[in-house]
Structure formats: C-alpha cells, structure tokens
C-alpha cells in the first residue's frame, strides 16, 4: 500500500501540475488584434504569422516556441515587439533595416548569447532594449550605435562586471538595470562607457553579491539620481565605502529593500551627510534596533519607508534630524512575535517630523496609544493606523487629543482595531477632519449623536461591518450636517422606522451604505431631506413586506425624497412586486440593481420615468414576460442589460418585443445568449431565447395598407399640431395684417367723426406705469392718442370730474391687469365701477383687457366685477414672455383699438 502510495503522488502531482499550467495559460488558435497591436501570445508558435494586417504597430509573440524573427518585414509600421519566453539565440542584423520605426524591443528569457555592433547598427530609433534573462556574451561595442536608447535591461546575464563597453556611448541612457548578475567588484571605470550620457539618472544593482566597491566608481555618472540596491547581501565595510563614493554624485532616492540591515547606529548613513536625498526605502530589512539620531545625516529627506520591519521601540529622539520628512511608512514595522511582547512607542516619538503630511502604522502592534505619542506633528493631513494591534477598546476625548496640534489632518484611518465604544466627544479634536474610517471594528453602541460632536467639517464616515451591533436614534447624526458619505452595510441593529429619520440632519449627503443588515421595518420619511443623495445601497436586507400592495398602511415609498439618485442597488431583499409610484421621479437614475429577487409580474409604466437609466440588473428573477409597455423606456437608452438566469415564457405575447430588441440593440449583455433560456412553452423549453422565432407572430400582408394611411395621418396630425403649437401665434398675426389690409382701414367710423378725444383710457397701477410708458405710449406715434391720468389730468380738478369726463371723451377704457391692479382701491371702488356705468349706459362694447399676470376669473370678478366671457376674445390680450412675439402683440392691441364699440 505504501509503495502504492509512493508511485500515485508523483504521478497525481504531475498532473496536477500540467492541468494548473493549461488552465492558467490557455493556447489561443488566432491572434487578438485590436487598435493596431497583434496579440499573438501562449500560441506555441515556431514562426510569426505571415496573415497579419500589414499596419500593426505592435506584436506581442511571447511565450512561444520562436527561435528567429523572420517575416518581420512584412511589417514595416511595428513600433513595439515583445518576443519574451521563447528560444531566440540572437537578435538578426536585418531585423532593425527591416523594421526601420522599431523603438521598444523585448526579448527578455531567451538564449540570446552573442551580441555585437552589426547586430543593432540599424536600430536608430531603438528607445528601450530588455535582452534580461539570456546567456549575454558582449562582442566588442554592441551599444554604441543605440544613440536614442532610454532604457537598457542586461539582468540575470550572469555579467562578471558592469563595464557594457569600452568608449563613450549611449548618450540619452536614462535607466540601466544589471541586477541579478555576478557582479561583486564595482571598479573605477565600470561606467566610463556612459560618461557622455547627460540624461542618466537611475542605476539598478538589485540581487548582486557586492563585496567591494573601487575609488571613483560613480565619477563618470555623478549625475546619477536614483541608485536601487534591493536584495543585495551588504557588509557595513561595503556601505562604508559606498556612502563615500556616493557622496560625490547627485543622488535623490536611496532604495536598500532587504539588504540586511538588522540594527541602525547614529554613524550607519553618515557617510551620506554631504548628499541631497529626498527618498529612502529600508523596507523589509528585520529590522530590529534604531538607534537615536541615526537618521540626522538626512536633512533633506522627504520619504522614509520602514515597513515590513520587526522594530521593538521607538524613542522621542529615534527621528531626530528628519525636520523635512513628508512622508513616514511604518507598515508592519512594528509586530508582536509569539515570544515577544508588544513594541512600545514613547510619547513624543514623532515630535521631530514637524513637516510630516502622511504616516502609515497601518498591521502595526505596540503596547498603547498614549496621550502624547502624536505630540507635535504640526502638518500631518493623512494618519493610517488600520489593522493595528494597540489594545484601544475604548476611543475618549483623550485618545486623539495630541492631534489637537495638527490642523490639517484631514483622514483618519482606524480599520480594524478592535474598538468596541466611542466616548462622547471621541472626536473633538480633530475639527478639520474630512475623512473617518472605523470599519471592520465591533463598536456595540447605541449613537447618540454625541460621540461625532466636533466634526465640524467631516465629508466621509465608514461604520460598516461592524457585526450589526450599532442601533440609531433621531440625534445620531445631529453634529455633522456636512457629511456626504455614509457607509453602514453590516453594521445596524434595531429598527429606522422612526420619525424624523436618523439621517435627516445630514442634508448634503451624497453616499448612503445601509446593506446586510436585515432592515425589514422603515418609513416614508427614511431619505426626507437628503435632496443630494446619489448613490443608495440597499442590498441584503428584507424589504419585501414594505413594497407590498397588501402591506397594511399600502406601500412605503422611501425614494420619494430621493429625486437626484443616479445609483440604487436593492439586491436580494425578497421583493416580488414593486409599486406603481416606488420609482416615480427618478429621473437622474443611471444604474439600477434588482438582483437575486421573486420579481415577476412588473406594473405596465413602473419604470416610465428612468429615462436616464444605462445599467439595468434583473438577473435570477423570476421574470416570464418583457414586453415593451413595461421595459420600453429603461432599454431604450441602456448600455449594459443583465436579466439572465429568468423562466422566460416564450410565447407571442410576453418575449415578442423583447426578442426582436435582443437581436437589435447595441447595448452589451452579458450572458447573451446561453444564460437567456426559455422556460414555457413544452416547444421552447430549455432552449435560448435566440431560438424564439418572431415570424410565428406576425402576419402583416392585410395591415400593410392600414399601415400606411394610418401612419400618413398620424405624421400630418402631429406636423399640424406641432405647427399650430409652435407658430401659431405667427400665423395668427399674419392673418391680422391681411384682413386689417383687406377691409382698407383699421379705424372706426366713429374716429372720424370726433365724437372721442381718445383712442383709449388707460387703467393701471401706480407700479405698472413704467411698463404703460415702455409698451403703449409708443404707439401715440402712429396716430393712436392715450389718456393717462398721471400725464393728462388738467390741475386744479377734482380726481372724480377727472375720471368721468375723460372717460367719456375715450373711444375704449383699457384695463392693464395685474395683482396690485387688484388690491389698487381706486380701481376697485370708482373707476372699474364707472368704467362698466359707462359701457351699460352708452350700449357699448369698449372694454380691453391687457393681462401682463396670470390672473385668474374669480379673483377679477372680486375685485373689478369683469369676467372674461363678458368680452369679445379679440379684447383679452396677454403679454408674451417671448421679446419676438411683442410685435403680434401690438398688431392684436391695434386691432381691438380699432374694433367697434357695437354690441352685436
């Protein structure tokens, strides 16, 4: 059995192994081309297809089993060309003269072996060469002709020295990688072959073995900014001597990423006092031990990465020197072993880092946070403490206070950290704050409101997943009225059927997260206020009793306050109807989530007004029928539909409409066609809806005509109605000059006769009278004459003489009716009253209503004692909002000057 055993495992593990490879690297039978690049890769090729289109630019032949690169000419156009993984034994001297705009080359792991000049001499516009991973033997100068070269990767050659030639060369180098060689030695004129090279800057000796490096090593790249020893076994004899050799040069970021320094004197950096870095990476190193004062030689330093360290303390003077430091990372720096205690970080300890903007202890572990530990970081905006281990169970008014000193902190990161109660006042503090993370805790509260007082200008507060232990009252959110996103999935208890909502105060809301937690009771009023909410998530909780129709009380519309949402997700939440009026007015909607429901049977117009919708998900429902009374309005501008995995019926009348939009549209759905399967009828059943044949519906020989004339007179009805809305009051004025024109005087008799001094007395407020001057008085200039009594009333006459004499001496009484005509009480009390005597006592119809308001017939009737039946409709005139129809207007009011004072 047990040599069974023996035999099987291999066996099983290399099979194993063989079935991971395939699935995780498939072989494809075609090339993908899209936007001008070739993806011919994993295609186990053993040349480059030749049935290309000829104006690629890119190709992409990796990870085959190529051993040339023939054919190439047939595409002159290629740019880039990435033939990595695969069985090159050199790089063909044609292959540049043949793709002459050749500027990225990627050969890396293959079995390149010699290199000379002839082999890149055409490559001119060569801008990145990767020959990484080869067997590299270098024959004479081979990179002296690459004069645009940017970038050069010669890693893991098994390189014995980084001297890449003799002469001067290469001059717009701007990065070399030689990492992973056999280079021990760095010798003097390693680098002399780039001493013409002004751009370089980045140097990468990651994962070399160096034991020594020469006087002047890096003279002839003084210039170098960016030196990468990752992974390199270094000696302090050699960081010693290397400091000093970079002290000479113009270096700006310092990487030393798990180069084994385990502890840090005060003397480990100094040799790099006289450098300017501004960046330092000592990431991943053990480490153990700082000791005080070992970061002073950098005064100039802004990034210090220390993550991923096994520090056991920090001190108020461990920093000390670091007065321009921007950013600190501390990522699992600090950790507790399973031998060890807790880390201890001292009050004080950051105190130093006075231009310090962003500190990440974010998988940290250490004893307490104590009331001083973050005691004078003037500048911080960004504290991580996420995932951290610090013993806090309880956040007080003290917790934090030290940040009282850093005004501009604005994001507070506690993920995580096992806090289980706020304090009132937790908070207080920090009055700047806009951003508090407190997710993924076991806060077991309920919140009152005074546990957020302070934060005066908080914009995001993330409680979610905090094992539904959080219960709201009406004052939870009372103190942050400018919050704008609230995230509380997996966090509630207890019921927000309350009134007012919890979230009434926070009116400038914009995010709510109110998913998995099993709300199955909430009111109308839940979203009142929240005018600017966008985004709703609703999903995993258990709503369906609310949208009932049976619900007693009817249906609860929550959304009804919510006019501006473009997002809401109500995923499995047991709903199997959604009421008439449940999305009325969402208007914004964009993306709407229904997913994993009992919906079936949807009202004919319930998603009428969500013209703005783009992304609908209707899947594993319990949908039959689509028909286009239902879903004609959200398909008809929708980008993604999911509604796949329903029991579709597919008959005539409930999939017609929907199959033919299926083969139609230009919308994306995902699942299409072998998630979209047809449940009834017994003729259809387990087949795809692509399988409905709409034809069997349709039969449109005997309608065609119909058809036609029906349509015919659809489009002339609506183009005469369209024209009579639009322009009507263009033809009406029109129609007025031609008849005025055809019964050759827009005059009365009884005008020239002289019976009247005035075409017209004009009624008006003491308010209207700028607009009596700006709109009728000019007309006076084509011989009309108006009496107003401001302008025309003879001094040293009674008001009453007045109005009656010049009343009878007008041709019409014009009324200007507005609402303070209304309230004017000498229109109410005289001269309404005396302008109707005059028209009962004459027998005559001189009466013209000019309304510049919306008036209604009760309120004139009231107050004037006029209705607008009384008048002939060509003596009711309305001032037009639009300035091109004022000219219609005054045609209209020449006419009714004009028009007879007989009473028909």
């Not at 190529?66 to 002159?76: A, D």
């Not at 490559?123 to 002296?144: A, I």
């Not at 050799?245 to 840090?264: F, I, Y």
């Not at 009771?521 to 709703?536: D, R, S, Y």
Request: aromatic share 8%.
């Amino acid at each position: 059995m047990e040599l069974m055993k023996l035999i099987l495992l291999p066996l099983f593990c290399m099979c194993f192994h063989g079935h991971c490879a395939d699935t995780a690297y498939p072989h494809k039978s075609t090339c993908t081309i899209e936007n001008a690049k070739a993806d011919c890769s994993h295609m186990n090729l053993d040349a480059v297809p030749t049935d290309l289109p000829k104006n690629i630019t890119t190709l992409d032949v990796s990870h085959n089993r190529l051993k040339t690169l023939s054919s190439l000419h047939l595409y002159s156009n290629l740019v880039t060309i990435d033939a990595s993984y695969n069985s090159l034994t050199a790089i063909e001297k044609d292959l540049c003269l043949s793709v002459s705009h050749l500027q990225i080359l990627n050969v890396q792991h293959n079995e390149v072996y010699l290199i000379s000049e002839k082999d890149l001499k055409n490559c001119f516009h060569l801008t990145r060469l990767d020959l990484s991973d080869n067997r590299l033997k270098l024959n004479g100068e081979p990179f002296s002709v690459l004069k645009s070269l940017t970038w050069l990767d010669v890693s893991r050659n098994k390189l014995k020295s980084a001297k890449l030639g003799t002469q001067p060369q290469l001059p717009n180098l701007i990065t070399l990688v030689l990492s992973g060689n056999e280079i021990s030695v760095l010798q003097k004129n390693d680098f002399s072959f780039l001493s013409n090279s002004s751009a370089f800057r980045v140097l990468i000796l990651s994962s070399l073995s160096l034991k020594k490096v020469e006087n002047g090593c890096f003279q002839a790249i003084a210039r170098l900014s960016d030196l990468v020893l990752d992974y390199c076994k270094i000696s302090l004899q050699f960081t010693t001597s290397l400091w000093e050799e970079l002290a000479a040069t113009a270096l700006r970021k310092l990487s030393l990423k798990n180069t084994q320094q385990v502890t840090l004197s005060n003397t480990t950096f100094q040799g790099l006092e006289k450098t300017n870095i501004t960046v330092l990476d000592l990431s991943s190193n053990t480490m153990s031990k700082i000791a005080e004062g070992a970061f002073q030689w950098f005064p100039r330093l802004e990034m210090l990465s220390l993550a991923h360290n096994t520090l056991r303390h920090l001190t108020k003077d461990t920093f000390r020197g670091l007065g321009n430091l921007r950013q600190l990372n501390l990522q699992k720096a600090l950790i507790k072993s399973h031998t060890s205690s807790l880390p201890i970080i001292e009050d004080f300890s950051f105190h130093h880092l006075v231009q310090l903007e962003h500190l990440c202890m974010a998988n940290t572990a250490f004893r307490e946070i104590t009331e001083h530990i973050f005691s004078g970081l003037r500048k911080l905006k960004t504290l991580d403490l996420s995932w951290s281990i610090t013993g806090l169970k309880t956040v007080t008014n003290r917790t934090f206070a030290a940040l009282q000193e850093s005004p501009l902190l604005q994001t507070l990161n506690l993920t995580a950290m096992g806090i289980n109660k706020l304090a009132p006042g937790a908070f207080s503090s920090l009055g700047n704050l806009t951003t508090l993370l407190l997710d993924h805790n076991f806060i077991n509260q309920q919140l009152k409101g005074d546990e957020l007082e302070g934060l005066s200008n908080i914009k995001e507060i993330d409680m979610s997943i905090n094992q539904q232990s959080i219960s709201l009252t009406n004052t939870s959110f009372i103190h942050v009225p400018t919050l704008r996103t609230l995230k509380l999935g997996r966090a509630l208890k207890g019921t927000l059927a309350m009134e007012p909502s919890p979230f009434r105060p926070l009116v400038n809301l914009t995010f709510l997260d109110l998913s998995n937690n099993n709300i199955a009771n909430i009111n109308a009023c839940l979203l009142k206020g929240l005018h600017h909410l966008k985004v709703l998530k609703m999903q995993h909780n258990n709503l369906a009793r609310l949208w009932k129709t049976a619900n007693p009380g009817g249906p609860v519309l929550f959304l009804q306050d919510a006019r501006k949402l473009s997002f809401l997700d109500l995923d499995y939440n047991g709903l199997d109807e959604i009421p008439l009026n449940a999305l009325r007015g969402l208007s914004e909607l964009r993306e709407l989530s229904l997913h994993g429901n009992l919906l079936d049977q949807l009202h004919a117009s319930v998603f009428d007004d969500l013209q703005s919708l783009k992304y609908l998900y209707l899947q594993k429902n319990l949908i039959t029928s689509v028909q286009h009374v239902t879903f004609g309005v959200p398909l008809s501008n929708l980008t993604e539909l999911y509604m796949d995995h329903n029991p579709f019926d597919c008959t005539c009348e409930s999939i017609l409409w929907f199959s033919e939009w299926l083969n139609s549209t230009n919308a994306s759905i995902p699942g299409f066609p072998q998630s979209y399967i047809c449940n009834t009828p017994n003729a259809y059943f387990n087949r795809s809806v692509m399988d409905f044949d709409p034809l069997s519906c349709k039969d449109m020989t005997p309608f065609k005509a119909l058809y036609i004339l029906s349509s015919t007179a659809v489009l002339m009805l609506l183009f005469s109605a369209f024209l009579v809305h639009f322009q009507g009051w263009r033809i009406q004025f029109f129609w007025n000059i031609m008849v005025n024109r055809m019964l050759a005087s827009l005059e009365d008799e009884s005008i020239t006769e002289g019976r009247y001094a005035y075409n017209a007395y004009i009624i008006h407020s003491a308010q209207d009278r700028p607009w009596v001057e700006r709109s009728l008085l000019p007309l006076e200039d084509e011989k009309f004459h108006f009496f107003l009594e401001d302008r025309d009333a003879i001094p040293g006459f009674s008001q009453l003489d007045t109005i009656v004499e010049n009343m009878g001496q007008s041709r019409k009484i014009l009324f200007v009716i507005t609402e303070m005509l209304l309230k004017d009480p000498w229109c109410r009390q005289f001269k309404a009253h005396h302008a109707l005597h005059q028209v009962m006592e004459d027998n005559r119809d001189s009466l013209i209503l000019i309304f510049l308001q919306d008036v209604t017939d009760y309120s004139l009737n009231r107050s004037l004692h006029l209705r607008r039946g009384m008048l002939k409709p060509h003596c009711i005139l309305y001032w037009p909002l639009h300035r091109e129809r004022i000219p219609a207007f005054h045609q209209k009011l020449r006419s009714a000057l004009a028009s007879t004072n007989k009473v028909n």
